[in-house]
T-cell receptor, first 115, second 111 residues
Framework: ETGVTQTPRHLVMGMTNKKSLKCEQH?????MYWYKQSAKKPLELMFV???????ENNSVPSRFSPECPNSSHLFLHLHTLQPEDSALYLCASSQAFPTGDYGYTFGSGTRLTVV | QKEVEQNSGPLSVPEGAIASLNCTYSDRGSQSFFWYRQYSGKSPELIMF????GDKEDGRFTAQLNKASQYVSLLIRDSQPSDSATYLCAVNRDYGQNFVFGPGTRLSVLP
């Protein structure tokens, strides 16, 4: 375990389904992130929460809806997804800036397949 | 121009050799630079970070930064088969929370 736990590890869902991805961090960090990793593409930042407020939303379609109820938990609610949304979804946490030698700690990811 | 560029590889080196991974970035105002390693099917893990021009060494790993040339590299000495992975370069513009990742370079260390 890296200190950032994601569930489920794998998810197959139909285009009409609604599901949620969960992320929990036990590191005392106060910033959390959702990233999408597709084959042969760079990691794409989706959402950033700092001190439980959303500070970044990189033009992500509304079928993805984040929720951050507290500094330890982050959700990504999914509905009416498309097959091209199939990817590895990574949660990460860090200390909010400006601090010293920080970086992300990633969770293990959720492999999502939309059928 | 892509913000962070890396050769996709694969970069193949024999066991015991030095592996050299390169990364260039477009935003001259970038402040901090990170290297992550990602094994197949796993999540990225932080290897090193560097803020200042020059070299930074940590065990078998050395990060090199040249802000004038907008270039950051990672050297892996005495490469091992267990170093075979994809190496991601990440650049942070303003010590904030918005990192830009490169596409990664796949390294293969041959026994």
């Amino acid at each position: 375990e890296t200190g950032v736990t994601q569930t489920p590890r794998h998810l197959v869902m139909g285009m009409t389904n609604k599901k949620s991805l969960k992320c929990e961090q036990h590191l005392g960090h106060n910033a959390m992130y959702w990233y999408k990793q597709s084959a042969k593409k760079p990691l794409e930042l989706m959402f950033v929460y700092s001190l439980e407020e959303r500070v970044e939303n990189n033009s992500v379609p509304s079928r993805f809806s984040p929720e951050c109820p507290n500094s330890s938990h982050l959700f990504l609610h999914l509905h009416t997804l498309q097959p091209e949304d199939s990817a590895l979804y990574l949660c990460a946490s860090s200390q909010a800036f400006p601090t010293g030698d920080y970086g992300y700690t990633f969770g293990s990811g959720t492999r999502l397949t939309v059928v | 121009q892509k913000e962070v560029e890396q050769n996709s590889g694969p970069l193949s080196v024999p066991e015991g050799a030095i592996a050299s991974l390169n990364c260039t970035y477009s935003d001259r105002g970038s402040q901090s630079f990170f290297w992550y390693r990602q094994y197949s099917g796993k999540s990225p893990e932080l290897i090193m970070f560097i803020y200042s021009n020059g070299d930074k060494e940590d065990g078998r790993f050395t990060a090199q930064l040249n802000k004038a040339s907008q270039y950051v590299s990672l050297l892996i000495r005495d490469s091992q088969p267990s170093d075979s992975a994809t190496y991601l370069c990440a650049v942070n513009r303003d010590y904030g929370q918005n990192f830009v990742f490169g596409p990664g370079t796949r390294l293969s260390v041959l026994p």
